[in-house]
C-alpha cells in the first residue's frame, strides 16, 4: 500500500479459518462430483485415488462442507436480513455498473448482491445435502423409491450448478471489488474501503457497536 492506510478488522481468525475450509471443501466437492457427472471431467479423479475412491469420498466430504458452511452461515447470518437501505442501492444498479458509485444509500457489513448469495447458497446446499442422502449407495438410497432416487439426482445436479455458478460469480466480484480480498485473506479493509463500499456499518464499527 502507497500510504499507511487506517485499517479495520472484518474477520476474525476463526471466521476467516471457517471460510477457507469451506472453500478448500467446496473446491473438492465440484472436482469430484463433475468427475462423477460427465465423463469429459473423468479425469479429475486422479485426485482423489481414482474413480471408486471418488465415488466413495464425495458424499463424505460433502456432509464435511455441509456443517462447515452451516457454522459460517450461522456467524454471518445476522449481517444478511434484506433492509430498505439494500432496495435503495439496488435501485441505483446502473450506475453502480458504470462505477458513478459515489452518494449511494449508505449499507450494512453487506450490500444485496452479497446478501442473495448468501440465501442462494444456504438454499442449494440444503437441497444438495437433502437429495445427496436420497442417492448415496450403499447406505440411503435403498430405502427410497426408484422415482424418489430419480428425482434426486435431478435436484442434486441443478442445486450444484447453481451453487458452482454463485461461486464462480462470488470469487469474481471478490476480486473485482478492489481491497476485498485481503478481508478473507488478512481479515482487515482499509477504513476508506469500509466508507465507500459499507457506509453503515463503518459508522456502527468506528461508534464501537458493530464488529
Ligand atoms: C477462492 C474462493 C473464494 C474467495 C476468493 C472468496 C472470497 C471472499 C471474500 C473476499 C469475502 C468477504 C466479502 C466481504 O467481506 O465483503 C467472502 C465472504 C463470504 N464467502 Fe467467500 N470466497 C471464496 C469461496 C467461498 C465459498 C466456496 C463459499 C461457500 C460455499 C463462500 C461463502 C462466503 C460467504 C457466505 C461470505 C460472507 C458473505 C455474506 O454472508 O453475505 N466463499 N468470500
Redo the contacts with the bound molecule.
Keep these: 500500500m502507497s500510504h499507511s492506510a487506517k485499517l479495520v478488522t472484518?474477520?476474525t481468525a476463526p471466521e476467516r479459518v471457517n471460510?477457507?475450509f469451506?472453500?478448500i471443501?467446496?473446491?473438492m466437492l465440484a472436482f469430484s462430483g463433475l468427475a462423477l457427472f460427465h465423463p469429459a471431467f473423468f479425469f479429475l479423479t486422479n485426485l482423489f485415488g481414482g474413480g471408486p475412491w471418488t465415488r466413495i469420498l464425495h458424499p463424505f466430504i460433502g456432509v464435511v462442507?455441509f456443517v462447515s458452511?452451516m457454522a459460517?452461515?450461522l456467524r454471518?447470518?445476522k449481517?444478511?436480513h434484506i433492509t430498505p437501505a439494500d432496495k435503495q442501492w439496488l435501485a441505483r444498479l446502473p450506475d453502480i455498473v458504470r462505477n458513478h458509485d459515489d452518494n449511494l444509500p449508505e449499507i450494512g457489513?453487506?450490500?444485496i448482491g452479497?446478501?442473495y448469495?448468501?440465501w442462494t447458497?444456504i438454499i442449494t446446499?440444503v437441497l444438495l445435502l437433502i437429495s445427496g442422502i436420497v442417492i448415496w449407495q450403499p447406505y440411503f438410497a435403498p430405502k427410497f423409491s426408484i422415482d424418489m432416487v430419480r428425482l434426486a439426482v435431478l435436484v442434486h445436479a441443478f442445486a450444484a450448478f447453481v451453487?458452482i455458478a454463485?461461486?464462480m460469480v462470488?470469487?469474481s466480484?471478490?476480486?473485482w471489488?478492489k481491497g476485498?480480498?485481503?478481508?478473507?485473506?488478512r481479515g482487515t479493509?482499509t477504513a476508506a474501503w469500509a466508507r465507500h463500499?459499507?457506509g453503515q456499518w463503518y459508522k456502527e464499527i468506528a461508534k464501537g457497536s458493530g464488529k
Design positions: 472484518r474477520y471460510h477457507w469451506v472453500t471443501t467446496f473446491v462442507m458452511f459460517f452461515a454471518m447470518l449481517y444478511n457489513k453487506y450490500n452479497q446478501k448469495l448468501f447458497l446446499i451453487a454463485s461461486i462470488h470469487v466480484a471478490a476480486i471489488v476485498s480480498v485481503r478481508a478473507m485473506t479493509v463500499h459499507h
